[in-house]
């Protein structure tokens, strides 16, 4: 099927990451869900501008926000691009379509204060999982790796010689991050406590985190550990290791690293990526100023 052909596209070649090809393939099926209700065609060449439109108007009718729709029509786009290369249909239906304008959010990143306090106050306990769960913070925050970067790391990227991280990011493109003589301190106690904990296993994985049953951590532990102690200090509404992430991008800027340097530690495509940190510099520029001009 043509549909079928598409996700290996995706997966295969494109190397697209398996959430994402998961969300294409859902995307997919909304779509031909409802224009098999709607509308009578036998051929993807038969789909026109007015049925991609009257499915967007559907999404907002039904309170789907501006934000999930375009990337909804994003799936589209690739998918008709797709089919295009591959002569299935003469032209794309989605040259017409406007995507529905978005709010632009300011990334949410727990204060520094916070941070330290999460370093230096709150306590993790004993024992490999203690000593996992710190190193899991302290990894996410000097680095600002992804979950799933932060998942899938082996004990083989790490290079105690260069200190840096061989970091596996989306379409498997990798790239080098270096860590500080502090981390690799907590680095090197860690491996010993991890080399002492796998020697009760019959079996050994190569990953770097591992639960207490041995086997690789999953986004759903780490999600829970992240929201658990980043709730013992602050008080944000989101909590997740994507805050983690911007958390460690907006101090960065803050501290005068250059942007370029920034997109390339976050594995970003494009510099538009990274610059929505900008915002957040601007945003605390404004409160200094606020706070010490006397005619503010």
């Not at 709010?103 to 709150?122: A, G, H, N, R």
């Not at 003589?181 to 002492?196: A, D, G, I, W």
């Not at 658990?228 to 991008?249: C, E, G, N, Q, W």
């Amino acid at each position: 099927m043509i549909k079928d052909k598409f996700v290996q596209y995706i997966e295969f070649e494109k190397r697209y990451s398996k959430h994402t090809v998961t969300a294409y393939k859902n995307d997919l099926v909304q779509f031909y869900t409802f224009l098999n209700q709607h509308y009578s065609f036998s051929h993807p060449g038969d789909i026109t501008y007015l049925m991609v439109r009257s499915w967007v108007v559907e999404m907002m009718n039904n309170n789907v926000c501006p934000r999930s729709v375009n990337r909804k029509l994003s799936t589209l786009k690739t998918y008709f691009n797709f089919l295009l290369k591959e002569k299935i249909v003469p032209v794309s239906p989605m040259g017409k379509v406007v995507f529905p304008k978005t709010s632009k959010k300011l990334p949410v990143f727990v204060e520094k204060d916070k941070m330290d306090i999460l370093f230096t106050e709150v306590d993790f306990g004993d024992g490999y999982e203690a000593f996992r769960n710190r190193l899991i913070f302290e990894i996410f925050y000097s680095t600002g790796i992804r979950e799933a970067e932060l998942i899938n790391l082996k004990l083989s990227d790490i290079d105690s010689q260069n200190l840096t991280l061989k970091i596996l990011g989306k379409r498997n493109k990798e790239r080098l991050i270096p860590y500080s003589l502090r981390l690799h301190k907590l680095l090197s106690t860690y491996l010993l406590e991890r080399q002492k904990f796998v020697s009760t296993f019959d079996e050994e994985n190569d990953f770097l985190f591992i639960t207490s049953a041995g086997k690789q951590l999953y986004p759903k532990f780490v999600y829970r550990l992240v929201v658990k102690y980043l709730s013992m200090i602050t008080s944000l509404d989101k909590k997740s290791p994507h805050v983690l992430r911007h958390t460690f991008a907006t101090h960065m800027l803050n501290n005068g690293a250059d942007l370029n340097a920034i997109k390339e530690l976050l594995g970003h495509a494009n510099l538009s990526a990274t610059q929505i940190y900008t915002h957040n510099t601007v945003e605390k520029l404004k409160t200094i100023y606020k706070q010490a001009h006397p005619r503010a």
